[in-house]
């Protein structure tokens, strides 16, 4: 088992639809979690930064924390083209970005 | 804008032929990293920098190198690239504790 999956995609959705993206993990000590977004053929830009369990809400975007089920999620609102792009989650015991996993990301699609 | 900064964005090289690829930052941060990223995969850690102390993943091949002269720069050479380096190399900077930020990458080609 890996230690951190992510559906691969890709995910089409309309314009305007609600999305859910999703990791699951297996190591429990993780604390630190976080989501990138990844254009073609760009570097990843960090969208979401939160620390143990719980929400955090930033515009469109909503990250949610899970750890009793070792489960994040990233939700997107009001989906638009510009939204398309692969999600990266990445998550770390103690923050020091060397210790950072990363997910293989999943590939959005937003069909104007 | 602050910002981290990789050239080139595009290298297409030769089998065998050695190959740098450069990174900058305007960050001032004290951690960078050299990242590979190959189709659909997870980006995998190849080395990084704390200031100037080198740290070397254990299963990073020895055909991959790395120079930071100063605070600002730092380098990847591959000294004999083969057709299985052809990959997304990402720069990255943090702090020493948080978030990672990275550059646009190089895609490398092995022709």
């Known amino acids: 088992q890996k230690e951190v999956e992510q559906d691969p995609g890709p995910l089409s959705v309309p314009e305007g639809a609600i999305v859910s993206l999703n990791c699951t993990y297996s190591?429990?000590?993780?604390?630190?979690f976080m989501w990138y977004r990844q254009y073609s053929r760009k570097g990843p830009e960090l969208l979401m930064y939160?620390?143990?369990?719980g929400n955090k809400e930033d515009g469109r975007f909503t990250a949610q924390v899970d750890k009793s089920s070792k489960y994040i999620s990233l939700f997107i609102r009001d989906s638009q083209p510009s939204d398309s792009a692969t999600y990266l989650c990445?998550?770390?015991?103690?923050?020091?970005?060397?210790?950072?996993?990363f997910g293989p990301g999943t590939r959005l699609s937003v069909l104007p | 804008d602050a910002m981290v900064i990789q050239n080139p964005r595009y290298q297409v090289t030769q089998f065998g032929k050695p190959v740098t690829l450069s990174c900058s930052q305007t960050?001032?941060?004290?951690?960078m990293y050299w990242y590979q990223q190959k189709s659909s995969q997870a980006p995998k850690l190849l080395f990084h920098?704390?200031?100037?102390?080198?740290?070397n993943e254990a299963d990073t091949p020895d055909n991959f190198q790395s120079r930071r002269p100063n605070t600002s720069f730092c380098f990847l050479d591959i000294r004999s690239p083969g057709l299985g380096d052809a990959a997304m190399y990402l720069c990255a900077t943090s702090s020493v504790l948080g978030k990672l930020f990275f550059g646009s990458g190089t895609q490398l080609s092995v022709l």
């Open positions: 990445a998550m770390s015991e103690d923050n020091y970005g060397q210790n950072f996993v």
């Open positions: 960050l001032n941060h004290n951690v």
């Open positions: 920098y704390y200031d100037k102390d080198f740290n």
């Open positions: 190591n429990s000590a993780f604390q630190y």
């Open positions: 939160t620390y143990s369990s």
